[in-house]
């Protein structure tokens, strides 16, 4: 009875040596730093999309009898810049991109965790300091467990569960009900046209109703154009063609990458 008790606890304790908390954080980070460029090009598609909204809303009279509109728009146009710029910083962050990408792999439906010893199918339970695991290893360990060959052999299941991850973070962050976008976007568009104005010494021009109803008009442009956005684009990040490189043309590195997580 004794050996076997002893045995048990020895199986349980080589079956948590498999990815333990470094090794989670540490394959999520991997998948960050993949996934960080294709918010990117969703997002450049985005501006793009912002910037031909803004300029088809007729600016009022009382604005360009004062300064040129070029001026105006230039200075929104680089409010737009500074919002998505600072927007992506934020939405690749390790606390915001790889802390989704560690939850929907480790904690949520159907994790990466538990026993990898039954049944059997690599011959160690983990490999020695300073060496990775084997893609032959990757290869053989075909049921979902807690080690890195595990998470290798299921990349595509894994590299699913991101890309689904990321298109809710980006529809939450574009929502209108408490979007960090939308707040954004909203906020320093209206920023910048009070301080384009009073930079031409014309402040008093942002109490204007004109400019007002100019504003609001932006505000529904940006919000109509961010709905698009999400309808078009975020719904399809990764199936789009242009996006096939950026999401597919780094299995085999990544999978190196995993390998070499105790």
């Given amino acids: 009875m004794l050996i076997k008790t002893i045995s048990l606890i020895l199986l349980a304790a080589s079956s948590t040596l498999a990815c333990e908390p470094d090794c989670r954080r540490g394959v999520a980070k991997n998948f960050a730093y993949f996934y960080a460029p294709v918010i990117q090009d969703s997002v450049d598609n985005l501006h793009s999309q912002l ?9 009022p009279s009382v604005i360009t009898d004062q300064i040129d509109k070029t001026e105006l728009l230039d200075d929104i146009e680089e409010s737009i810049d500074t919002s ?30 538990g026993d990898c010893n039954h049944p059997a199918r690599l011959t160690r339970t983990m490999p020695p300091p300073g060496e990775s695991w084997t893609m032959d290893e990757c290869n053989k360990m075909d049921y979902r467990c807690g080690n890195p ?11 699913a569960r991101c890309v689904g991850r990321m298109r809710r973070q980006l529809t939450e962050y574009a929502s209108f009900d408490n979007g960090a976008l939308v707040k954004s976007l909203v906020r320093d568009t209206r920023k910048s046209i009070y301080s384009t104005f009073g ?27 961010l709905d698009i956005w999400v309808a078009e684009d975020v719904t399809q990040l990764c199936e789009k063609p242009s996006q096939k490189e950026l999401c597919n043309s780094w299995d085999e590195q990544i999978k190196l990458e995993i390998l070499k997580w105790p």
Avoid: H, W
């Avoid at 060959?149 to 590299?159: A, E, G």
């Fill in 84 to 113: 998505l710029n600072t927007f992506v910083a934020m939405a690749t962050s390790q606390s915001k991109l790889a802390e989704g990408f560690y939850q929907v792999t480790f904690n949520e439906e159907l994790p990466y965790k």
């Fill in 51 to 59: 910037s031909k909204a803004i300029v088809k809303v007729a600016v």
């Fill in 199 to 225: 930079n031409n010494g014309i402040g008093k021009l942002s109490e204007n109703n004109q400019v007002e109803l100019y504003i609001a008009k932006l505000v529904s442009a940006t919000i109509r154009t």
């Fill in 149 to 159: 060959p595990s998470i290798c052999y299921f990349l595509q299941d894994v590299k």
